[in-house]
C-alpha cells in the first residue's frame, strides 16, 4: 500500500508482472505469453470506473494510456490493439491493453475465455521485461 492507500488487487498482482511506474499508473505484464499484454493501473484508490478518476487526473491517465498503446504498436506491430477498461472479475478500475494478430489463438475473438493462459517461462519473462522496461520508460 502506498501513502495514499493504494494498492493493486491481490489478483492482479498474482497473474502479471511490474513494468514501470509512470507518474499516474502502475504498468504490469500480464502472465500470459500468447500476447503482449499491459495493464495500466491508475494508483487511485476505491477506482472501479474510468469516471472515478478524479477530474484533474483523467487526462493524464488518458495519456498514459495511449503512450502504453504507441509503444505496443511500435515494438510489437500488432494487426490491432485491444483496449478495455472490463472489470467483471476485478472492480480495481484497470485498463487492459494487448496486442493482437490475425494468427493469435484467440483471432477474431476477445481473449478473454479463449484456450488456456501459457505463463511465460523464465528466460521469456526476463527478455519480455527488459524489452517492455526499457520502451516505456
Not at 472492480?91 to 475473438?109: E, K, T
Request: hydrophobic content about 45%.
Amino acid at each position: 500500500m502506498d501513502a495514499t492507500g493504494f494498492e493493486i488487487h491481490p489478483q492482479l498482482a498474482q497473474t502479471s508482472y511490474p513494468l514501470v511506474s509512470l507518474p499516474y499508473s502502475d504498468l504490469r505484464l500480464v502472465d500470459d505469453a500468447r500476447f503482449p499484454w499491459v495493464l495500466v493501473i491508475p494508483r487511485i484508490s476505491n477506482a472501479v470506473e474510468l469516471i472515478d478518476l478524479p477530474p484533474e487526473i483523467r487526462t493524464p491517465v488518458g495519456v498514459e494510456i495511449d503512450h502504453v498503446c504507441r509503444i505496443l504498436r511500435d515494438v510489437f506491430a500488432p494487426y490491432k490493439l485491444n483496449v478495455a477498461a472490463l472489470g467483471n472479475q476485478v472492480r480495481q478500475l484497470h485498463v487492459h491493453v494487448i496486442a493482437r494478430y490475425v494468427d493469435d489463438p484467440a483471432w477474431p475473438n476477445p481473449v478473454w475465455g479463449m484456450g488456456q493462459s501459457m505463463p511465460y517461462d523464465e528466460d521469456g519473462l526476463a527478455s519480455r521485461l527488459r524489452l517492455l522496461s526499457a520502451a516505456l520508460q
